[in-house]
């Protein structure tokens, strides 16, 4: 997830993590007493994690992030990644999602294919490939395809965010931007019946990556995880049932 987001260690991931219980969890509140050398919005970021149960959560079963449990959530509902797949995990910083994958495919048995790219270092985690390149460089996709076991993938997924800009219309365009280009991609290595996940914002998906998604896929639907906080615009498209290259 290119979006500065921070590490959380170096664990592979618990194996039963599921988010049914986080909405009945009652977390008690912790403020910090003093902002002595940081900013006001330093102070919020902080308290928010501070009582996140999500951040709590990831750092007690060995996620990178908190954001591994987005993917968790939808692949609980819609059983998305399956034993032996080929996974592509772009943006894949700081790898919670990567994690999730390589584990849910049995990456680490050998069974199946998990490759992250990111910009930013990843450290290494078990069963995948890290291959740090910025996606948008005009190589990486090439270089995706070449490491892709028959040079096709059956899952594509993408939780890249541009940094904000505190303005709402100009991060719509530079995450649409991002989403577009992750789902050209998939089109190019996704194999009959793949599926692609790729960050939104609220307001929806593009008209016209819309239309092409609906074009190409058999279902498109938006989800918001639980995880996602309910204070973020943060948004999901998974569309299913690939019909195979044109």
Sequence with gaps: MTSGGKRKGKGTGSGGSSTKNFGDARQLTVRLKTARGRSASSQRWLERQL????????????????AAFKLIEIDDKYHILKPGQR???LGAAPGGW??????RVKAVEGRGQVIGID??????????????????????PDKLKALLRDGGADVVLSDMAAPTTGHASTDHLRIMALAEAAAQFATEVLAPGGAFIAKVFQGGTERALLDMLKRDF??????????????????YVLATGFRGQS
Excluded at 52 to 63: I, L, N, T
Excluded at 123 to 140: Q, V, W
Aim: charge should be negative; glycine fraction near 4%; charged fraction near 30%.
């Design 51 to 66: 009582n996140d149960p999500y951040v709590a959560a990831a750092k007690r079963e060995g996620w990178r992030s908190r």
């Design 87 to 89: 996974i592509v995990d």
């Design 98 to 103: 990567t994690q999730v994958a390589a584990q």
């Design 119 to 140: 910009y930013l270092p990843v450290d290494p985690i078990p069963g995948a490939t890290i291959l740090e390149l910025d996606f948008l460089a005009d190589d990486a």
């Design 218 to 235: 058999a279902i498109v639907r938006h989800v918001k995880p639980k995880a996602s906080r309910a204070d973020s615009s943060e948004l």
